[in-house]
């Protein structure tokens, strides 16, 4: 970077709104200013950039992540010299307009902008001209090798695998902020994860906003199951878990993955969004209720260990009482793990927006507390199913519960916490679960037979 101080280590607060795929960004962006000299810190009062990354999906993420620019002004008075820049959606939705819009903001960084970074901080630093990325068609790459990575990875890291999305779901912003569908070639992608196996990742989380269509289109590529068959052979990578799948896109040679590998955890985040056809039909989703039954009876028939989880709107626009009590119905029907629901909310430009039979707010909220009831009750019921049961857990890092708990995930993708030592941190361990809460489970660990926990226990053990 040519900029004024690059011979200064300076300092970086990044805050990250929204989905993986932006954490995922998060993470390139500090590799990327890594090199450029710049440390992260968790003050954003120190920072000499403060980077908001930004998600657009729903409004209520949108106007978070604008009051949290908003709330920057006052600092950027007080310290002329601080840039503040927005990256993500948001910045892509709103382009040059947020610079016109926000007196303080310094960079507005499109979706496919993160590698422009240091070239747009060193223009702005050379000219004092305030910048904007937003070009869709650049192709920005996504070279990483996890060794230049300027923090430890952790045990569990994720790879973005394709970018943008071609289905246009009527509700949906993302393919006019992230571009149509893009698949990274093959041999970067497995290059990458041996890279982050090497630095001690143990699991690895494949990201995409359609996952399993990739390769499409591309010609001599692997399509989603060639890939996932080919990185379980990457030795040292204990866990593969992917997200997400669009239920028109789940193959019978995806499914069988599940069967053969070992690798792959049994768990999948498959949106179903809503159980009636006729809104599934408005959201112009290309399936139906009765197709994603059989995909889910199909899952569990290949392997019947399999945690289903989903995501849910409630009050798209024509949703009548029938269409959200089959929303309900398919709840009981497929008693998902999980399930992350939401009110509709309209998106600016989105097929959706312009659909008649607005549904109320106040009768959104009420089917959503009632929807968020149902699922909270099937939740625990699959929890305290796992009461008396022992499963691997790959132990993640201490428990948010502080002291000297330990937490980690089942294959299912349950979140346990235990007492144990720090030093299991990274390992796969037996733990025998002990008690069920409506989001995580309790365990103690299960020493016999366990040469490994054994010998990590010798050296150390905080647990009584
Ligand atoms: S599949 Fe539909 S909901 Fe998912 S990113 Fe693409 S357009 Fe949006």
Same mark, same amino acid.
């Given at each position: 970077?040519?900029? =004024?101080?690059n011979?200064?280590v300076? =300092?970086?607060?990044?805050r990250?709104?929204?989905c993986?795929?932006?954490r995922?960004?998060t993470e390139?962006?500090?590799e990327?200013?890594?090199e450029?000299?710049?440390?992260p810190?968790v003050?954003y009062?120190?920072a000499d950039?403060?980077?908001?990354?930004?998600?657009?999906v729903?409004?209520k993420?949108e106007q978070k992540?604008?009051?949290?620019?908003?709330?920057?002004k006052?600092?950027k008075r007080?310290?002329?010299?601080?840039?503040v820049a927005?990256?993500?959606?948001?910045a892509?939705?709103?382009g040059?307009?947020l610079?016109?819009?926000v007196?303080?903001?310094?960079?507005v960084?499109g979706?496919h902008g993160?590698g422009?970074?240091?070239?747009?901080?060193a223009?702005?630093?050379?000219t004092?001209?305030?910048?904007?990325?937003?070009d869709?068609?650049y192709?920005f790459?996504?070279?990483?090798d996890?060794?230049?990575?300027?923090?430890?990875?952790g045990?569990?890291?994720?790879?973005?695998?394709m970018?943008g999305?071609d289905n246009?779901?009527?509700?949906?912003i993302?393919? $006019?902020?992230?571009?149509?569908e893009r698949s990274r070639?093959?041999h970067?992608?497995?290059?990458e994860?041996?890279?982050?196996?090497?630095?001690?990742?143990?699991?690895v989380?494949?990201l995409g906003?359609?996952?399993?269509?990739?390769?499409?289109?591309v010609?001599d590529?692997l399509?989603?199951?060639?890939?996932l =068959?080919?990185l379980a052979?990457?030795e040292? $990578?204990v866990?593969i878990?992917?997200?997400?799948?669009?239920?028109k896109?789940?193959?019978p040679?995806?499914m069988?993955?599940?069967a053969?590998?070992?690798s792959?955890?049994p768990h999948i985040?498959?949106p179903v969004?809503?159980?009636?056809?006729r809104?599934?039909?408005r959201?112009?989703r290309?399936?139906?209720?009765d197709h994603?039954?059989r995909?889910t009876?199909?899952?569990r028939k290949t392997?019947?260990?399999v945690a289903v989880?989903?995501?849910?709107?409630?009050?798209f626009?024509?949703?009548?009482?029938?269409?959200?009590r089959q929303?309900?119905s398919?709840?009981?029907e497929?008693?998902?793990?999980?399930?992350?629901?939401?009110?509709?909310?309209?998106?600016?430009?989105?097929?959706a927006s312009r659909?008649d039979?607005?549904v109320?707010?106040?009768v959104?909220?009420?089917?959503l507390?009632e929807l968020?009831?149902?699922?909270?009750?099937?939740?625990?019921?699959?929890?305290?199913?796992?009461v008396?049961?022992?499963?691997r857990?790959?132990v993640?890092g201490?428990?948010?519960?502080?002291?000297?708990?330990?937490?980690g995930?089942?294959p299912?993708?349950?979140v346990v916490n235990f007492?144990?030592?720090?030093q299991?941190v990274?390992?796969?361990?037996?733990? $025998?679960?002990?008690?069920?809460?409506?989001?995580?489970?309790?365990?103690v660990?299960c020493?016999e037979?366990n040469?490994?926990f054994?010998?990590?226990?010798?050296?150390?053990w905080c647990?009584?």
């Amino acid at each position: 970077m040519s900029g =004024r101080n690059n011979s200064k280590v300076r =300092r970086l607060f990044v805050r990250t709104f929204g989905c993986q795929m932006n954490r995922y960004d998060t993470e390139r962006l500090v590799e990327i200013l890594g090199e450029e000299q710049f440390e992260p810190v968790v003050d954003y009062r120190q920072a000499d950039l403060i980077f908001i990354n930004t998600c657009t999906v729903r409004d209520k993420a949108e106007q978070k992540a604008l009051s949290y620019l908003g709330r920057l002004k006052g600092l950027k008075r007080r310290r002329p010299e601080l840039v503040v820049a927005m990256g993500g959606c948001v910045a892509q939705q709103h382009g040059e307009d947020l610079l016109r819009r926000v007196e303080h903001l310094d960079l507005v960084v499109g979706t496919h902008g993160i590698g422009r970074v240091p070239a747009m901080l060193a223009c702005y630093e050379t000219t004092g001209e305030r910048q904007a990325f937003v070009d869709l068609t650049y192709d920005f790459g996504d070279v990483s090798d996890g060794r230049s990575r300027p923090w430890k990875p952790g045990v569990s890291s994720y790879v973005t695998i394709m970018r943008g999305c071609d289905n246009f779901c009527a509700y949906c912003i993302v393919p $006019l902020v992230r571009g149509g569908e893009r698949s990274r070639p093959s041999h970067e992608i497995i290059r990458e994860v041996g890279s982050l196996v090497e630095c001690g990742v143990r699991e690895v989380i494949f990201l995409g906003q359609n996952v399993n269509s990739y390769g499409q289109g591309v010609p001599d590529e692997l399509d989603f199951a060639g890939l996932l =068959r080919r990185l379980a052979q990457v030795e040292g $990578l204990v866990r593969i878990r992917f997200t997400t799948s669009h239920p028109k896109d789940l193959s019978p040679s995806l499914m069988g993955c599940f069967a053969d590998l070992e690798s792959l955890c049994p768990h999948i985040h498959l949106p179903v969004q809503s159980g009636s056809d006729r809104i599934l039909q408005r959201m112009k989703r290309g399936y139906t209720r009765d197709h994603y039954l059989r995909l889910t009876t199909e899952l569990r028939k290949t392997r019947e260990d399999v945690a289903v989880s989903s995501d849910m709107i409630v009050g798209f626009p024509g949703e009548s009482e029938e269409d959200f009590r089959q929303s309900l119905s398919l709840l009981e029907e497929v008693r998902f793990e999980s399930l992350f629901s939401f009110k509709y909310s309209d998106r600016p430009q989105t097929a959706a927006s312009r659909l008649d039979g607005k549904v109320e707010e106040e009768v959104k909220l009420q089917r959503l507390r009632e929807l968020q009831r149902l699922q909270e009750r099937i939740t625990l019921e699959k929890n305290e199913t796992r009461v008396g049961q022992t499963t691997r857990v790959l132990v993640e890092g201490p428990s948010q519960a502080g002291g000297t708990q330990l937490s980690g995930r089942t294959p299912q993708n349950q979140v346990v916490n235990f007492q144990g030592p720090a030093q299991l941190v990274g390992e796969e361990i037996p733990v $025998l679960i002990t008690v069920a809460h409506p989001h995580s489970l309790e365990g103690v660990v299960c020493m016999e037979n366990n040469e490994r926990f054994k010998a990590v226990k010798e050296r150390s053990w905080c647990g009584k």
